[in-house]
């Protein structure tokens, strides 16, 4: 599958993201699971006014790519996801949830909750 141009958005749509009970566990766990130098360093980045607590802008990647929230995932690749660098992309119905979120990330549940 053809892959989004991420790089170089420093991070443009990594705002704040619905996530669930199991997917805010699966983060809390790799965030305990980080060097405290790199989560440190993580934690301390000044970002841009919107951006996601967890965007790397020194990588200008997620910094914490592996255990990302479903919505991150699924961005770019759904008609009410697009990315406006690749919108041929977005050929996947609207995203379906089978969870409920328990709140945003960036906003409801912020550094203080890992
Ligand atoms: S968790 Fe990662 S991919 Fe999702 S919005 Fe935050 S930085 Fe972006």
Known sequence: M?????????GLCCGPVPITEK???KIQKKI??????IREELENQPRFFGTCIFYDLHKDRCGIHTV????????GYHEDLVCFRKPELATKEKVMRKERPIGNL???????NF
């Open 2 to 10: 053809d892959t989004l141009p991420c790089e170089g958005c420093k």
């Open 23 to 25: 997917e805010l566990t």
């Open 32 to 37: 305990k699971s980080m060097p405290r130098k």
């Open 68 to 75: 990302r929230p479903e919505i991150c995932r699924s961005f």
């Open 106 to 112: 960036s906003i409801d549940i912020t550094w203080k």
